[in-house]
């Protein structure tokens, strides 16, 4: 979920290389629900995973927060994360849709499907076509699970849309447990890839530890 430090973020991309793992994502800025959580490392998360990109081979997945920081996280990425919290920030859209690396668009934690994809149009009407949509769990009323996978949207993606689409079990759980159900039926579903948390130590993690694999489940 966060890059913590260059040990960390190495020792995992080994692992899940070896795996088969095709894209490393990790945060260097954390948007998280509580101010005195971890924020990331900011530029310092960039430049370990750009040292996970020269050791491994693996291409780079990060978040960007705002407008400010674009140019920053832009120049690291090799795919650029908009997060749920984002979903319709109009602004850091537009700026998205003026780059040149693909942008990874996470569905908003109540978005319906038009809002999902008229966020995507955002990106695409500023020039950018290169996008891909990330289901991540919408919020409910239930507490067996962080949220709810809506695996139903996988299929309406398919139907409405041209661009891929990739789900993110391990934030729809919230629990280790679940996320092996959930991404064998994404893949049931016909997702186009899965976005799975791993963690070399979880139980010490800064961020979500309870929902990232042992590299060895991974």
Known sequence: ?????????????????????????????????????????????????????????LSIATEVMDVETFDLVEKYADVVQIGSRNMQNFSLLR?????????LLKRGMAATLKEWLMAAEYIMENGNPNIILCERGI???????????DLSV???????????????????????DQILSLACASAAMGADGVMIEVHNNPEEARSD????????QF
């Open 139 to 149: 919020r409910t009323f239930v507490r067996h699970s962080r949220n709810t996978l």
């Open 209 to 216: 530890g309870e929902q990232s694999l042992y590299p060895e």
């Open 154 to 176: 996988v299929a309406a993606v398919k139907k409405e849309s041209h661009l891929p689409i990739i789900v993110d079990p391990s934030h729809a759980a919230g629990v280790r």
């Open 95 to 103: 700026r998205a849709g003026k780059s040149e690396r693909p942008v």
């Open 1 to 57: 979920c966060a890059v913590e430090s260059e040990n960390q973020v190495l020792s995992i991309a080994a692992s899940v290389k070896k795996a088969g793992a095709k894209l490393f994502r990790g945060g260097a800025f954390k948007p998280r629900t509580s101010p005195y959580s971890f924020q990331g490392l900011g530029k310092q998360g960039l430049l370990f995973l750009a040292k996970v990109r020269e050791e491994t081979g």
